[in-house]
Structures are given as C-alpha cells and as structure tokens.
C-alpha cells in the first residue's frame, strides 16, 4: 500500500470545510492524520522502504492467485481463449510487471513505458494475468509524480493498450463496452493522482504563504522597532539636549558673573538646577513609556504651542534675545502637530543658542494659514561679529530630526547663513488630510523679515 492517498487522512486545517470541524476534531480522526504524518516523515526518511513494500504488496495481491490456480494457464474463460502458461512463465510476465514499479516514484515516465510495453505485448500474446493492474498503478504514479507533459503521450500509449485488450476480449465482450471498462478504470487513476497532485501543490502554497507571512510579519515587526528607536532617539535629542544648552548657557553666564553680580550668578545656579529637573522629569517619563509602567505616575502631556511661551524664557534665561511672534490660530493645531511645531521650534532655538552664543538675538515665528504651518528661527550670530560656532558639516543629528518631524506632514525643512550674518531655519508643515488635494490649500507667503513684517495680524510679541 502507499501513502500516497493518506493525505487524506491528515486533515489540514487548511482544507477544513465549513460545518466538519466536529469530524476533525474527533479522537480517531486526530490518531489517524498523527498516524499519516508518521508515516510521511518515515516515507521522507526511508523512501526505498515504501517502494519496497509497495512492489511486495503487488506480488501478494495480484500474484500469488494465478501462481495458486495452475500458473495461470486457461485455455477459455466462456467464449476467450487464452494462452496457456506454466508457472514460470506466468512468474516471468509478473515479474516483468511489478518490479519496475520499485522506480515508479524516482522515474515515474520510465516506469509507465516499461509497464505499458510489457501489458500490450502480453495481451497481443493473449495473456491474462492480476498483475495487470501495474499498468494502472504506473498511470497513477506518472500523473501524480511524473512531469505533466508527459502525460498526454501516456494516455495515448494507454489508449493503444487498452484498444489492444478490448480487441482481444471482443470474442466474449462487445468491443465499444470492454473499450468503456477500461478506459474507466484509467481515467479513474489519471483522476486519482492528479487530485492528490493538485492538493499537494495546494498544501506547499500554503506552507510558503505561511513562511512568507512570517517573515513578512518579522520584517514589519523590526520596521515598526526601527521606526520607534528612532522616535525614541529624535526625542531624547530634543530633550536631553534642548535642557543641556540652557544649562551650559546659563553655567557661562553664572561663572561670567560670579564675582562682579553674585546674585545673578545665584539666580543662573537656581535656573540650573530648575531646567536639570525639569530635563530628569522629561527623560523619566520617556523611560517610563518605554518600561511600560501601569503603575507608575501619570504621566504629563506632550508640549503644545501654548508652551512656546516658557520656551523662549527658558532661552532668555541662558542669555539670547528672543522675539516671539505667532501669525494665525495656533490652538486650533491637533496636539501631534503642536508638538513637532514644538519640536521644532525647540531644535532651532537651541542650535542658536549653541552655536551663535548667548549674545545673540534670535527671532521665532509660527504663522497658521489654512492647512500650513510655517515656522520660521533667525538668529544675528555671535555680537560684535565675533566668530560662531562651527556648524555641522552634514546633517546633524537635530536637523534630521526636524527633517524626520516635518516630513511625518508631507513638509520640508531648510537651514542655512543669512545673508547679513547668522543662522536661518524654515520648516513648513503641511497639514492636509490624506484625501484632500494639496492643490486646494491656501497659499502662504514666504516669512517677512522682522523689520518689515506686518503687526496687525500677528499676536504679542513675547
């Protein structure tokens, strides 16, 4: 017997049909598909064992009967004369039949023509034996493990064998019925292994879809883990080095000031020590999302533009002059847009006071219009035209988080000297839903320089 049906019994769960779970979940039903499993993995294992058994359970089957009764020589079975035989004889034409289908799973197409040579020379000798029966056996294994193009030239050869047995038994049997027999029992076998053909490929669809999947979802998974290690990263820059300049700022000015003013080298150490509190409060709420603390305290929620206001007397605090000016309804921003204007805003501040010194006067404009957002940092550079600090090269790693934050609102980022000294960064947002065009969105005009930018339409100066 093979195993090449008991797919059959291992019911995948793949292949379950609606209303038959109860069926596959029965105890017998379970034994049996870990009863083929078993049987396939040692088939896997071993495939010269099956096809040795195979081969033995022909020979027992189909022909040890006619080696029992006379070594099947009849002369006539009703009207149809058949050839007599002895018992080596009918032994040779079984043999000749049986064995070569050892190979019919390695060389399935050789096989089916060894077999079918030797059933028609049989039959044009009149010979009729059980072990006929390989022929449908090698047309079953050719369909389910041969190649496909070969297929239709072994039906054909199976035709001509068949027409050759039909005409034989013509004498007892009407042709055209005997032809209808056994062109049956061969599309049956064709039938048979082109099903457990197609389930098979089905079966190994699935197993790579499954794999795939997988590995699709892994990809996602270490995508989504990059994705929030840089969010993480962007956020701890901003942070922890927004509250570091202020404090090295302030640090500058406290020691510049100790021994002609020390009360205002005082009030730069309390600054100090309230902007370092407030940066390990900032980190430990980020630590805390990131150790998924239920129970921890609750946590503050994310700086919005109404919180522009402390960030730039934080600024002034280190040193910088800073001029705040809003154009526009900056509350009505959701919370993830006030925040990378926030973001933003907070980066181009800092790099001021980092690079251009504490002396500096530094201008902030945020300008709402429609589904825009423009904000808009200039600085005038060290005072009496000392030199700055050096600038970045490349893009450094607070201007590809301005980049990265702009870029989450379809905007852009541009940072540069100005003209007549200092710094300048331009980000625009883009707020426009997904579905909406941005062709539809209002134009915005490009930021006006302090000097000549409207106030009538602008809030306080802060």
Known sequence: ?????????????????????PLWGHPLVARLARAGQRLRQFDADRPWVLDTLTVAAAFLLFCLPDLVHGGGAREHR????????????????????????WWRRRAPSATFAVVVAVFTAQWIMVVWLRADVALLIALYSLALHGRLRHLPWACAAMAGALSVVAVRVSAALYFGDALFFLASAATASVALGLVLRIRRAHLLALRERAVRLEIERDQRTELAAAAERARVAREMHDIIGHNLSVIIGLADGGAYAAEANPGRAREALQLIAGTGRQALGEMRRMLGVLREQRDGPAFSPQPGTADLDGLCERIRAAGPEVRYRTVGDLESLDPAAQLAVYRIAQEALTNSLKHAGTGTRTDLRVEVAGVLVRIGVQDTGPPDGGPPAPRPHGDGHGLAGMRERAALFDGTVTAGPRPGGGWTVEALLNLTPPATSPASSPAISPTPSPATSPAAPEGPAS
């Not at 195993?3 to 019994?9: F, M, V």
């Not at 040779?92 to 289908?101: D, M």
């Open 1 to 21: 017997m093979t195993t090449d049906g008991s797919a059959a019994a291992g019911a995948s769960p793949e292949l379950t049909l609606p209303g038959l779970e």
């Open 78 to 101: 009703g009207q149809l004369r058949l050839a007599r035989l002895g018992t080596a004889g009918t032994l040779a034409w079984q043999l000749a039949l049986i064995l070569p289908l």
